[in-house]
Each structure stands twice: as C-alpha cells, then as structure tokens.
C-alpha cells in the first residue's frame, strides 16, 4: 500500500458522453492517485474513450463480461485499490480542482470516518445550474438518518474502511447503506461545505424513478435493520428533508441569479 496514493474507484456502463470530462477532472487533481476504471459490460464507445488517454500510468482499466451493477462494480475496483485512501466518482460527474488534497489534508489531522463534499447540480447535457446543495462540516450518524447527505462521488475514505463496509442490496440506494454503517461503527463523517463535485442529473439512473426511489430509501432502512414501523418513520423523515434540500438549492440558486443582474 502506497500511503501518499489515492486510489479513485470510478464504474462505468455505456458512458462515451461523459466518461472524458470525469476521467480529466480527476487527474486535474493536485495528488497522487490512480484511477480504476470499472467498465460494467459497455455496448458503446466507452473503452475507445479511455483508449484516447494513452499509456497513462495512472488509468487502471478492467472490463466485466458479467453484470456487476454500481455496487459490485465499486467493490471490485476497491479490492484493486492500492491506496492509502479511496475515493469514488461515478463516470457522469466531475470534480472541482484541489477536492482530493482538501480531503485528504482534513482527514490526515482528525479521525473521521470519512468526508464528503458540497455539490452543484448540472442538467443532463452538463450545463451548470448554480443549485447549490451544501453538507454540514460534522455528519453523525443520526443526522444521516434523516437524509442522505453524502453523495458518492463526493467521498473520501481509507481504504481499509471501505474494504470492511462492501457497498451491497443493488436493489436499494447501496451507498447510502454503505455510509450508515460506517458511521454507526467507525463514528462521524466530515463534510467540507463547498460544491467540489460537479453532480450530473439523470432521469436514466437508479434514482429516476420518484416512487422506485421512495421503495428504494424506505429498503436502506429495512436492510440496517430497523422493523417495518421505524423503517416507515425515518422514511417520513427522510422525505421531507429531501423536499427541503432541493428548495433550498434553487432557493439559492435564484437568489444568486438575481445578484448576477444586480452587479
């Protein structure tokens, strides 16, 4: 294991349109890292994509002829991983110049579980909205009950964390499971309040769905082991602060916009 090395897990499944943009935002980065490119049974031009990056030391690529899904996809680029420290981007986001050493400087001088990150959400095609969506520096383990606040390709954890919590139940939101029992276990997360991931919306993904989504968030909590009453309770809750969060985020982004006009 490298100790100065961030090892970023990134699946792909037919992402020709994206994959270049993340690939580039991540060897932007001011750190040493590798980038293990997880290609989930692609049909279309992924792996020519990648080809364009040459003999790039940094670019780690293995394909799967099975079906993985997103979860099984993570674990094994994480099994790969040679890291001190993992990190997760998903082929149609990007990051922010400087995001992985701000991370790593953070969880070098405390013990958090892990750190994520601020977003800011862009439309299928890439196009920034300035719908900011922000985290708290300090992220309990209740808080995160409420509502998901840690994306995942905004995540940095050591990598023996991530080799002990696999990401699984690829019918439910397997991050977000992921994220719970680490910080039941391992303790709080730490989240830096700025949107260093670039968050692309998709109707495609597992998400799209509002009501396959609310099934979704109500099985993470059946599958950490909550009964079906506590389930349906922090679900209730969970709902809410989601409403709360996206109206916030436009909320700002309209003000925002109308500071623009006035300057």
């Known amino acids: 294991m490298d100790s100065k090395l961030v090892s970023v897990v990134m699946p792909v499944h037919n992402g020709e349109k994206t994959i270049r943009a993340a690939v580039e935002s991540a060897f932007r980065q001011d750190h040493i890292l590798e980038l293990i490119v997880v290609d989930d049974c692609s049909t279309d031009g992924t792996q020519q994509v990648l080809d364009g990056f040459g003999k790039d030391e940094r670019l780690v690529r293995v394909r799967s002829d099975v079906k993985l899904g997103a979860a099984g996809a993570r674990n094994r680029g994480v ?127 597992k998400s799209g769905s509002k009501i396959r989504s609310a099934r979704m968030t109500y099985m993470v909590y059946r599958y950490i082991g909550f009964g079906r009453a506590k389930a349906l309770a922090h679900f209730l809750s969970y709902a809410v602060n989601g409403v709360f969060k996206y109206t916030k985020a436009a909320l700002f982004s309209k003000r925002r916009g109308r500071q623009g006009k006035e300057n």
């Open 79 to 205: 099994s790969m991983a040679r890291g001190k420290y993992v990190a997760f981007l998903d082929s149609d986001d990007m990051w922010a110049d400087g995001k992985i050493a701000r991370q790593v400087r953070l969880m070098e001088i405390h013990r958090y579980s892990l750190c994520c990150t601020g977003r800011e959400l862009l439309t299928v095609d890439g196009t920034r909205t300035g719908r900011i969506i922000g985290v708290a520096q300090r992220i309990t383990y209740r808080r995160l009950l409420r509502h998901n606040c840690v994306n995942c390709s905004s995540v940095l954890l050591r990598r023996e964390t991530a080799l002990k919590y696999p990401m699984e139940h690829e019918d439910s939101h397997e991050d977000y499971i992921t994220w719970l029992r680490i910080l039941r276990d391992e303790g709080d997360a730490a989240g830096i309040n700025e949107p260093l991931l670039l968050y692309r919306l998709s109707s495609q993904g």
